[in-house]
T-cell receptor, first 114, second 114 residues
Framework: DAGVTQTPRHEVAEKGQTIILKCEPVSGHNDLFWYRQTKIQGLELLSY????????DGGAFKDRFKAEMLNSSFSTLKIQPTEPKDSAVYLC????????????FGHGTKLSVL | GQQVKQSSPSLTVQEGGISILNCDYENDMFDYFAWYKKYPDNSPTLLISVRSNVDKREDGRLTVFLNKSGKHFSLHITASQPEDTAVYLC?????????????FGAGTRLKVIA
């Protein structure tokens, strides 16, 4: 079984650019999460989808961060415009609906904003 | 503010000793508690989890203790080994409310030295 796939693994952007991160959840998983990971804050929730419906978007991230789930097997996270403080690892995770426990994480996208 | 806190950003333990990782939470509605392990350049993976109806769960060298009145849970690793060196993330969820998101702590970096 394929796990959660995230692309790209690394992204370097200039301040003010638009970047799009991609995620493919585990096949059959209907819950999808986007997290941002930093050393200070740890894992911060950006968005949570259940069966493609947006259940929650992290309030502090609404203005420049937009997550979408166009179909059950693909999600994107757009950051527009990027700022240096957005430099972090962005993790996507999925979970079977009805299984309220184990999250399967992707390897993440390491974003550096110059 | 952070709902789930790991007060120790790092911990060093001698090989063979007991590693004790701590996590405090604020939300009384949390009823699911978990520990994830993350190696550098790898994604977090679930180690062990408990529901709020138990106060202890063992799995091999791992034991989770839950203190609901103190809003605290911990992970004990006995006979610690160098391969236990990693970042450990605690997580909590309020499954009983129908909100299935997890809140993570910032992580504790464990180093087991020979």
């Amino acid at each position: 079984d394929a796990g959660v796939t995230q692309t790209p693994r690394h992204e370097v952007a200039e301040k003010g650019q638009t970047i799009i991160l991609k995620c493919e959840p585990v096949s059959g998983h209907n819950d999808l999460f986007w997290y941002r990971q930093t050393k200070i804050q740890g894992l911060e929730l950006l968005s949570y989808f259940r069966s493609k419906s947006l259940m929650e978007d992290g309030g502090a991230f609404k203005d420049r961060f937009k997550a979408e789930m166009l179909n059950s097997s693909f999600s994107t996270l757009k950051i527009q415009p990027t700022e240096p403080k957005d430099s972090a690892v962005y993790l996507c995770a999925s979970r079977r609906t009805g299984s309220n426990e184990r999250l399967f994480f992707g390897h993440g996208t390491k974003l550096s904003v110059l | 503010g952070q709902q789930v806190k790991q007060s120790s950003p790092s911990l060093t333990v001698q090989e063979g000793g007991i590693s004790i990782l701590n996590c405090d939470y604020e939300n009384d509605m949390f009823d699911y508690f978990a520990w994830y392990k993350k190696y550098p350049d790898n994604s977090p993976t679930l180690l062990i989890s408990v529901r709020s109806n138990v106060d202890k769960r063992e799995d091999g060298r791992l034991t989770v203790f839950l203190n609901k009145s103190g809003k605290h849970f911990s992970l004990h690793i006995t006979a610690s080994q160098p391969e236990d060196t990693a970042v450990y993330l605690c997580a909590a969820g309020a499954m009983g409310t129908g909100n299935y998101k997890y809140v993570f702590g910032a992580g504790t970096r464990l180093k087991v030295i020979a």
